[in-house]
């Protein structure tokens, strides 16, 4: 008698699972049906502009140099930076460090620093990237590379010579 009803039970799963697969390809239409339309088009607007779109992109963080950006992405390590002043002159190590690629943060510089008048010196890509900035009294080297989970920039500002 268990055996019996055993063999029900097995029956009975097995008919809901061919229904389940028949109900499924049922609904994909057949043969004869028309394939959907890959490209599918917005309704048109006709009255009155297109709305404002407000774009909020992140603002660069200035840490302790007013004229250097950085990403908002990154946050400094402070056990790793120091600054020095003398007199109106300040030079220093910032080390920033955040989840983002390496490459997106070289473009980041590449783009603001001369917005800050910082002009482009040099510098050199891949495992280890350097760029390397400058202005009439100070000098910019960025440092840039990744670790485990986290890309680390190291921003090296010091004066021309003989400006300290």
Request: with cysteine; charged share 20%.
């Amino acid at each position: 008698m268990g055996t019996l009803k055993r063999h029900h039970v097995w029956m009975g799963g097995a008919i809901l699972v061919v229904l389940t697969l028949l109900s499924g390809c049922g609904s994909l239409g057949g043969r004869n049906a028309a394939p959907p339309n890959p490209v599918s088009q917005p309704p048109q607007q006709t009255a009155g502009p297109a709305p404002a779109r407000e774009t909020s992109a992140p603002r660069p963080y200035f840490y302790d140099f007013p004229d250097i950006p950085t990403p908002s992405e990154l946050r400094l390590v402070s056990d790793e930076s120091y600054t020095f002043q003398s007199g109106n002159q300040k030079a220093g190590l910032l080390t920033l460090r955040g989840r983002v690629d390496v490459n997106s943060v070289i473009n980041f510089f590449q783009m603001a620093l001369p917005k800050e008048n910082w002009k482009p010196k040099g510098g050199f890509r891949y495992k280890r990237s350097v760029l390397i900035f400058e202005k009439a009294e100070r000098s910019c080297i960025i440092n840039l590379y990744e670790k485990l989970y986290y890309t680390y920039v190291e921003i090296y500002v010091a004066p021309s010579s003989g400006r300290i």
